[in-house]
């Protein structure tokens, strides 16, 4: 089996640092997300959301890097967003307990919407 | 004049010669007799003319020639054998046949035989070819019964190996074998033999193992499965024909091999102090009713071996019409200790060697070998263990190579597997990703990533469950439980953020099973295809 790839592209919006994964998230995808995450700090962005949308494959070591990402935004303070999971990884998520530390969304738009939100109180 | 066969002359004698404006008689006489009839040997060497009335000779063919109103009769010989005549009755002005006549008609004979004789020989060609024609198209009406009735797959049980061999007849025999899965989860083992050849042997092959596959869901002996199996064919089995048959019932948990045998040829068992046969006496089926056959039950110990097999290998001849015979297969049996696919190839080769390319295909070869693997007292009870109490049948079987990221692979061969079990999307995706974690779990921990230890999955089904087992080389180690991951001590880096494989298969099945022995570990997961807890 040829070796599975991520790319992650990182952009600002409205503040919040977008993290577009395409591709699978395994033991393969951790340098990138590593590299995305460096990349939006330097962004200073005030909160993170990881796009789901074009991801078909998450395994027990990409639920690994996510917890890893996780616990380095929460030492910078930074709330993590998640938005276009599939049904399946959403309920994943609720089954590792992600959800209870990051907000699961539907899209980009109630990302943002979240995050303004969040930013007004 | 006269038409020819093996067995019989016909003579149409029609009386007399008629001229252009005679009427044509109403009807041609018949005149039938045997080529042994003293008027044969009499003719065939006769020359020209022959007067029938002057004749004196203790012939009913000659009585018939007289009574059909015969006269003359002219023998019509090619390469000195009697072919035809050609007969005359009275002529219609009643005068004597002249000299001229008489001339006429032997020129007459002497060109018409060698002609006749061509006519002959071209229709016995059509008839060979037809003959020919309609032997080959029986020939593949049993050839395609035979392969429809040989099963296409050999029985999986956990600690056990199985090989098969076949190869029939250039005229097609009636050896089978065929395996029936019990719902005890014992192995019902058929090898057979019909005798005849072609489509008649093929056809009650099909009856026979029809028979025998009832029998054999209703009743546990195989003594009384035979038994029973006779007495059904009797009524139905065509003259002359009958059925040898061995038939075994295999406990692969308890590793009992109970058999009886109806004319059938040898079976061996080779273990620790030799090659021994096993032995147990009985009637062919279809010959006589209300049999009784004889049951002898066997222990196979891991690394034994039984052979079954029809009787084309060992009544194989040679160009010198030498035996293969029983004593050179226990021989090899004996000489080559390796696995049952080992040894049947052995046994062929062998027979090649043998026959040097002489052998004609007398006989179908069946050759069947079931081996006990070489499993110690607790890896055999784990394997028991490991096993379904009740085996589901067979949907997939493979082998994934342990490098990293072929958990997709697993995942991939497992979707196709299961496309036709009805799992709804969510099921599916809860199923594969169950999979690609236990997949992923045997490669890294069981088989450490090494490129020649495969990870062997199997997947087996029936209307209700699904099991698909994952095993790995890494027994003997001990398994830690499915802990829920603690979430906060990860974040806080005082875990790894590791460890969710065990916690997240449990959660996407319905149910998990975990087992291991010295050499293996195997993980089984289930799925409910019918109100299962997870819809």
Redesign the interface.
């Known amino acids: 089996?040829?070796?599975?790839q991520l790319e992650a592209n990182v952009r600002l919006q409205a503040g919040m640092a977008i993290i577009d994964l395409r591709g699978?998230i395994?033991?393969?995808a951790e340098a990138a997300l590593i590299a995305a995450y460096l990349q939006a700090e330097t962004k200073e962005p005030t909160a993170l959301a990881l796009n789901f949308s074009q991801v078909d494959?998450i395994?027990?070591?990409g639920?690994?890097?996510i917890?890893?990402l996780?616990?380095r935004a929460?030492k910078d303070k930074r709330p993590v967003i998640a938005f276009g999971l599939?049904?399946?990884f959403a309920e994943?998520f609720e089954?590792?307990?992600?959800s209870?530390?990051m907000r699961i969304v539907s899209d980009e738009a109630a990302a943002r919407l979240g995050t303004a939100e969040e930013k007004s109180q | 004049m006269s038409t020819q066969n093996r067995d019989l002359w016909r003579i149409l004698a029609r009386s007399g010669a008629p001229g252009p404006t005679a009427p044509e008689p109403e009807s041609t006489p018949s005149v039938e007799f045997t080529p042994y009839d003293p008027l044969v040997a009499y003719l065939q060497s006769a020359r020209g003319v022959v007067e029938v009335d002057r004749l004196d000779l203790d012939s009913p063919a000659l009585r018939s020639l007289k009574e059909a109103g015969v006269k003359l009769t002219i023998p019509l010989v090619a390469q000195g054998e009697l072919i035809g005549m050609l007969n005359l009755g009275q002529r219609l002005s009643e005068q004597d046949y002249s000299v001229d006549d008489r001339t006429l008609l032997s020129s007459l004979a002497t060109q018409a035989a060698p002609a006749l004789r061509v006519a002959q020989l071209v229709r016995q060609q059509k008839d060979q070819a037809r003959r020919s024609e309609r032997l080959e198209q029986e020939l593949r009406i049993a050839r395609l019964i035979q392969q429809t009735l040989l099963p296409r797959e050999l029985p999986k049980l956990p600690g056990w190996e199985v090989a098969a061999y076949y190869r029939p007849a250039r005229e097609v025999g009636g050896d089978f074998y065929d395996f029936i899965h019990l719902e005890d989860g014992t192995l019902g083992v058929i090898v057979a033999d019909v005798t005849d050849k072609g489509v008649p042997a093929a056809l009650v092959m099909a009856t026979t193992r029809s028979v025998l596959h009832a029998a054999a869901e209703r009743l546990i002996s195989p003594s009384q499965v035979l038994a029973r199996v006779n007495n059904q064919l009797i009524p139905n089995m065509p003259e002359n024909m009958f059925v040898t048959c061995l038939y075994s019932v295999l406990d692969p948990m308890k590793r009992t091999f109970r058999f009886a045998n109806a004319g059938h040829g040898l079976a061996f068992r080779r273990g620790a102090e030799g090659v021994s046969e096993l032995k147990a006496t009985g009637m062919p089926l279809g010959l006589m009713p209300d049999m009784r056959y004889e049951e002898n039950e066997v222990v196979i110990l891991p690394g034994e071996t039984i052979l079954l097999q029809s009787d084309g290998l060992a009544e194989a001849h040679n160009s010198r019409r030498e035996m293969f015979g029983f004593p050179r297969v226990k021989q090899l049996l004996s000489d080559h200790p390796s696995g049952p696919a080992v040894l049947i190839a052995t046994l062929v080769a062998e027979l090649e060697r043998f026959t040097a390319g002489g052998w004609e295909h007398e006989d179908d070869v069946t050759l069947l070998a079931i081996e006990c693997s070489a499993l110690g007292g607790k890896a055999a009870e784990s394997a028991r263990l490991a096993a379904p109490e009740v085996p589901l049948p067979l949907q997939a079987e493979f082998n994934i190579p342990s490098r990293p990221g072929n958990e997709r692979l697993a995942i991939q061969k497992v979707s196709e597997a299961v496309q036709d079990l009805g799992l709804s999307s969510s099921r599916l995706e809860k199923l594969k990703t169950a999979v690609g974690e236990a997949t992923m779990n045997a490669m890294e921990h069981g088989n450490k990533y090494q490129d020649d230890l495969p990870v062997h999955i199997r997947l087996q089904a029936s209307n209700e469950k699904l099991s698909v087992f994952i095993s790995d080389h890494g027994g003997g180690q001990r398994i830690p439980g499915a802990a829920t991951p603690d979430l906060e001590a990860k974040l806080d880096g005082l875990q790894s953020p590791r460890g969710w494989g065990l916690f997240l298969i449990q959660n996407m099945v319905d149910d998990l099973k975990v087992t291991s022995d010295e050499t293996h570990h195997t993980v089984e997961l289930m799925l409910h295809l019918e109100g299962g807890q997870h819809g």
């Open positions: 089996m040829a070796e599975a699978d395994d033991g393969f494959y395994n027990s070591t639920i690994a890097l917890v890893s996780l616990a929460r599939s049904d399946h994943i089954i590792t307990r992600l209870d530390f």
